[in-house]
């Protein structure tokens, strides 16, 4: 158990539709991170939030949006869902504001598998 | 953006042979990571290298980053069944963020 959380472990949903995956950082972790995983694409960075600020942005679609609360926890809202988002969505966190040694490298959450029908 | 090429793609060993995968990039990267993943499960860091030339252990696993830092590879010694799972290499361009770009992956079948 890394100490990540994500919930729901599970989504379905129908094209069109929004979602919101929820991420709880590890007790003391500051920086949360977003990734995406789909068959064609691998595992892609998607956004990267510091003690509630957005810190670094990859290949985040417009239709979707993240943020991080003043407790830490995160969310990612995905809107206008389509095919082709159907995903697993990984949460990552990490004590520091970038990462400079093993200790300080990122925890993975379990991950939340969207399926959009 | 950086492209990470990994291979092989799968392999299917026995039980204590030894196993190499590695990643090659045509950008130069800062920070090499390799992660395992199980089915149903989040990537688990194994190695982290963070400068050009290191070879770091990890039990029976050993990484190293390249000279070129443009490669690095993964060794795992007298692979057993638990080893079964999917590799991916992770490069970091820039330290300042966890923007880090993964290969497609190895998935290592281990026969008992």
């Known amino acids: 158990d890394s100490g990540v959380t994500q919930t729901p472990k599970h989504l379905i949903t129908a094209t069109g539709q929004r979602v919101t995956l929820r991420c709880s950082p590890r007790?003391?972790?500051?920086?949360v991170y977003w990734y995406q995983q789909s068959l064609d694409q691998g595992l892609q960075f998607l956004i990267q939030y510091y003690n509630g600020e957005e810190r670094a942005k990859g290949n985040i679609l417009e239709r979707f949006s993240a943020q991080q609360f003043p407790d830490l926890h995160s969310e990612l809202n995905l809107s206008s869902l389509e095919l082709g988002d159907s995903a697993l969505y990984f949460c990552?966190?990490?004590?520091?504001?970038?990462?400079?040694?093993?200790?300080?490298?990122?925890?993975f959450g379990q991950g939340t598998r969207l399926t959009v029908v | 953006g950086q492209q990470l090429n990994q291979s092989p793609q799968s392999m299917f060993i026995q039980e204590g042979e030894d196993v190499s995968m590695n990643c090659t990039s045509s950008?130069?990267?800062?920070?090499w990571l390799w992660y395992k993943q199980d089915p149903g499960e989040g990537p688990v860091l194994l190695i982290a290298l963070y400068k050009a030339g290191e070879l770091t252990s990890n039990g029976r696993l050993t990484a190293q980053f390249g000279i070129t830092r443009k490669d690095s590879f993964l060794n795992i010694s007298a692979s057993i069944p638990s080893d079964v799972g999917i590799y991916f290499c992770?490069?970091?361009?820039?330290?300042?963020?966890?923007?880090?770009?993964f290969g497609a992956g190895t998935r290592l079948t281990v026969k008992p």
């Open positions: 950008s130069i990267f800062n920070t």
């Open positions: 992770a490069g970091r361009v820039v330290v300042t963020n966890n923007d880090m770009r």
């Open positions: 007790s003391g972790d500051l920086s």
């Open positions: 990552a966190s990490s004590v520091s504001y970038f990462p400079i040694n093993v200790n300080t490298e990122a925890f």
